[in-house]
């Protein structure tokens, strides 16, 4: 790698700035690549009926979990929490306990009360129902509550962890995910991994309980009939089995497909104007349209092993209760037994029944959900980018007053290639930036100029040399302070929900309105921030939309002026703005590179002409 000073390179393809938020911009479609009449009739339903069921989901490489190595995994997410879940369990029991004493009661009324016609034996029996029956109500209600908790902060922490695992995973880690599918794997996924180590806990539990305690209900009122009911209910354990395995392959490629349409559809609202301006609204939409058949494909495949597995239990259920109810039959009428006693033994019964169909289908249900546990875990074992390993022996000063004078940077003998590439993308690399001087960095797309960038920020260190700033190595500071003296500004400039003051503030929240309406001020934004309704608390949305490119652009500028580090990144400043618009900010530019240590990418020979020298990279291998 080689640089050196020359000539402002007239023309150029831009280098695409790796983004450092979630959203990868693509262009979804080739322009003219099909005609809208060909579009139109490829989505139609006799073409639909033609597609195949989706494929099982490609194997990730990540390995494959089981119900408990996935509980296992995930249970650290509930440290706290066992205890309140426990008090959930005990009082939804307590429901469930009073469900017997209600069948127990109900016989009572039809052999001691009804038998007879006493009337008056109808109102204590009739009292403690109404008693036993609020009791249990109120028992539910409260265990169900707190079970709702227990189950949403274990969602908020699980969401909360891999949110932020994501955002530090390395650049070329991320861009492995599509963004769409990173959304779902956050959000539907995060849901069903809840199921395996909150709620299902919980449903598990209790079902377990009440199987026992119906159970031992049934057997005091008549063992002999029990049993044999006992007998044939493993039948539903071997349909749970049997189902198990078919709906978890199933889930696997609904959640495949779930994170595919995802991926889609953000893409597509992202690049809606790059769609419409190629005339591919229609190749666009007969893409998502197919991809969503598949979708549907993949959820009605999951819902018929779910629905076969439901008819399944009715069915073994039915036959158990039509032979304990002509066995039953058999006895009243050899004296053996009473009405009430059969009523008590088929209440149990029907209450015993359905809990074993609950944990059959939760057993499904968890199969199932290890599916989504395992895209969650893939995100979570990916290693993230650099750490702090080492404590810092000095550091670049946090976002400060404006200095005179900027900081050096060197790049000394720098060698680095990305994980995975053939080749470095920059071999035995230095260049010296003096304080306060401003350099163009230009080349062929892949030479490594956003590399440099990334080196600088320590989102990576380099694999052989070193990059200083002041004469120290970056690798002996702290990532964070690293990072507090210099002030990138990407091409794709980052705009959040939240306030134009907000955004300005970002880089700097402790920043008081005077000091923002200065940087404001210094970015020439002041003027068109004071013509909008509600001024610096004019809300943005989807990215800035309702804000043009330029007035964009003079945001991103008023950060770097607050934030006011040493060291500025520009990448890319004029990319995207036509010609009047970029002029229109060439003035806030040159005070804002006033004085600061600065690089800038650019491939706009005016931006370039505001450096004191350019350099140029010969490219060596793709970044």
Known sequence: MVAFDGATPTSSSSEIAISEHLKESRVTAQSNAIGVDDVEASITPSSIDRLELPPAAPDSGHPSL???????????????LWGRLAAAVGLQFLDVLASVAVVYLFAHIVDDVLATGDLHALISPMMWWIVVTLAGATASYCGSILAEVVTERMLLR?????????????????RQFQTGDLIARHSSDVDEVEQLVSSGIVSGIIAAASVIAYAVAAVWVRWDLALIAFVLAPLL??????????????????RAANGEISSLIAEGIDNAHAIAADNQLAADQARVGRQSYRWMRARV????????????????????????????????????TTIGGLIALTGYLGYLYPQIQALGGLAVQVTSATASAERVAQVLDEPIGLSDETEPVAAIAAPTPHRDVGARIDFRDVTFGYPGAESPVLEGFSLTVHPGEC?????????????????????YDPDEGAVQVNGVDLRAQRIADARAGTTLLPQRIAIFHGSIAENIAFGRSDADRSAIVAAAQAADADGFIGLLPDGYDTELR?????????????????????????????????TGLDRETADRILGPLRRLVSGRTTIIITHDPV??????????LDAQAPN
């Open 66 to 80: 089981t119900v408990f190595s996935a509980m296992r995994r995930f249970s650290p997410y509930m440290s706290g």
């Open 158 to 174: 699980l969401r909360t962890d891999l949110y932020a695992h994501t955002q530090q995973l390395a650049p070329h880690t991320r």
């Open 237 to 254: 354990w071997l349909v749970a089995r049997r189902f198990g395995r078919i709906l978890k392959r199933a889930s696997r490629t609904e």
């Open 301 to 336: 495949s999951e819902a018929k092993a779910g629905e076969a597995f439901q008819q399944s239990v009715v069915v073994v259920e039915l036959l158990c209760m039509l032979g304990i109810l002509a066995l039953g039959a058999w006895q009243i009428a050899a004296g053996r």
């Open 439 to 459: 350099i163009a960095l230009t080349g062929a797309s892949g030479a490594g100029k956003t590399t440099l960038t990334h080196l600088l920020l320590r989102f």
């Open 542 to 574: 989807d990215s800035g939309a309702n804000l043009s490119g330029g007035q964009r652009q003079r945001i991103a500028l008023a950060r770097a002026f607050l934030r006011d580090t040493p060291v500025l990144v520009l990448d890319e400043p004029t």
């Open 607 to 616: 931006v370039a002409a505001m450096a004191d020298r350019t350099v140029v």
